[in-house]
């Protein structure tokens, strides 16, 4: 091992030196005003720290990658689904697929407990359970052939318990794409700019993938630069077309949008991921990353203040007007995939595997990729913790709490512990060129005004109605990209599934098997969104409050998964690395789970607020938010619906857990008796970098081999 040099020395003792000022000010700060900068400084330093250190001793020291083994993507390419992929392109796909809407949205709700909570969460989750699930959970899929997570754990775990974590890895990931797709229906549904800007970045997708597999292969650089000059020619270009005649033609009602939405995932999922699914991906990577940095640097040359508070009543009392339940565990669910998310670990199972060309690139790609989705759930948490907390929770409370007029949504707010004028209210939504922002819940429009606050304080007032616009369209943009590769994603989980009964599916690339896979996937989820874009409290809507939990439940099979592959591989010392995070994981989401299901609150437990609701109609009242009596008996099946669907995945997960600590125990005590179903060793052809930047080791590297390829 090489000695550090004093350089470097030097240059990571100030890295550890301002992560450790920015933890010092939030903790000790009281009763005085706090500057965002010093959450950016925490988050940067803690992430630096993480991905030099900790990520490089579990990638090498835990995992042992192997550069000289071939890839999936290597041995099995066939140009759709397995193809050796650009690391950068990679990188760029694989953030675009996890960064869904929770990094956006669940950080915003959780202010609700004070900026504290959610940054510890936010910073220490990732570091410890949400980038190392996803890196171990990449390294191991690609050496099982790109296997999706419910099929590695039929395969290690047995039959029984894998059954269990196929079920519900599969019925989480339609859950998880319907909320999706709602939440881009809800930001695309009568704009035009937004419509057409991502609209466009699908042909300009399709002449990247063209230019780097036919044109000029290998030109990362020459079609980054083609990429981001026409998006950014989009996104202008949007704006006008909002104000122009075209403006109707791109103005979509939310059942239009659905019918494309599913044709599109449909078309993403059976297309070569090299045509469209990987450049369009990178291509949106682009926004994504360049408006978080963007947004930092705003914050470090305006230096906003926390005007929340670090740690807010409701965090103890559990009654927030937000969301109900104390801050342990609802900060946690809430937060979601900012810190550790299940989602993830489908995709780091199901298209990544598949394209990675080195086992070495796992630790840039898995942790790293996880560490630039907790930086944007730690900028939506600045975003929501600057603005007026009046404001905040007039946002952010429902209708029914805050009413309809900004009257009295300030007496309301006033109710909370805060204050703000009506004029105040009205002066928000007029500078955002909006009619009302009172009950805009969700989290996007509080994010979107905190994004406009910031970036307005840097190019003038006149522009904070643009920046807020820009940063609606910009979060469907985010969001759409973890739609249609976990679409994708989904295809592959189900033909794993088929595959046990009917062997040709079990090839994630015959066509006939992909096609009937992808229409059902598509169909499910499809089906569950287009009722709940006509039904307020169906389809959709009925499933979007087991959203969070689903998916921390998701992580435990993924974390018991990943534990259970550490030690039949002969990891057991290391094992600790996934094993701590399971406990806390399902600690944390089996209390939530069961408080769902049994808690006598009724804005906490289903059961409760169905027998409340059921009890309103027979005495003929009609409660919120429910409107008419056909309400009443909507929100009755749902909360049944909910309250059975979060005990039935509770119950597969502990099963799950379950049976992987018995494999693990019969392994501990005879190791002979363990099988893995790891691909065999074939040494790689292929010569590419670690990292994002080739190392002076990996260019001569390179340049040797280039001679011996030639003919």
Known sequence: MRRANPRTIVVWSLVALVGAAGWSVLALARDEEVSAAWMVAAALGSYAIAYRFYAKFVAYRVLKVDRTRATPAERLDNGIDFHPTDRRVLLG??????????????????????????????????????????MVVLFFSTRRDGKSLGQMAREEIGPFGGAAALLAAFAIMIILLGVLALVIVNALAESPWGTFSIAMTVPIALLMGFYLRVLRPGRVTEVSLIGIALLLLALVAGRWVAESSLADTFTLAPSTLVIWLVAYGFIASILPVWMLLAPRDYLSTFMKIGTILLLALGVVLTLPTLKMDPVTDFASRGDGPVFAGSLFPFVFITIACGALSGFHALISSGTTPKMIQKETQVRMVGYGSMLMESAVA??????????????????????GVVGDTVQEASKAVAN???????????????????????????????????????????TGDAMRAFWYHFAIMFEALFILTALDAGTRVGRFMLQDMLGNVHKPFGNVSWKPGLILTSAAVTGLWGYFLWVGVHEPLGGINQLFPIF????????????????????????????????????????????????????????????QQRSDYQDAIEAGTVLPPAKTMDDMHTVVTNSTVDGVISAVLALLIVVVILDAGRVCLRHIRDPHASRLSEAPYVESRLTAPDGLFATREEKQRASEQEPAARP
């Open 416 to 458: 909370f512990g805060y204050s703000i004028s009506p004029a105040d209210l009205a002066r928000a939504a007029e500078q955002v060129e909006e009619e009302s922002l009172l009950s805009r819940t969700g989290g996007a429009p509080t994010l979107a005004i905190g994004v406009s606050e910031i970036f307005s304080k840097v």
């Open 548 to 607: 969070g939990i689903a998916n921390q439940l998701l992580a435990a099979v993924a974390l018991a998964v990943c534990t259970t592959l550490l030690v039949k591989s002969g990891r057991l010392k290391w094992a600790w690395i996934t094993a701590v995070p399971l406990a806390w994981d399902a600690t944390v989401t089996l209390t939530a789970s069961w408080q769902k299901v049994f808690s006598s609150d009724p804005r906490v437990g289903f059961f």
């Open 93 to 134: 796909h694989h953030f675009a697929a996890i960064a869904g809407a929770g990094p956006l949205v669940g950080p915003v709700l959780a202010a609700q407990m004070g900026y504290l909570p959610g940054t510890i969460w936010i910073i220490t989750g990732v570091i410890f359970a949400g980038a190392v699930q996803d």
């Open 378 to 399: 730690i900028m939506a948490l600045v975003a929501a913790s600057i603005i007026d907390p009046g404001l905040f929770f007039a946002m952010n409370a429902p209708a």
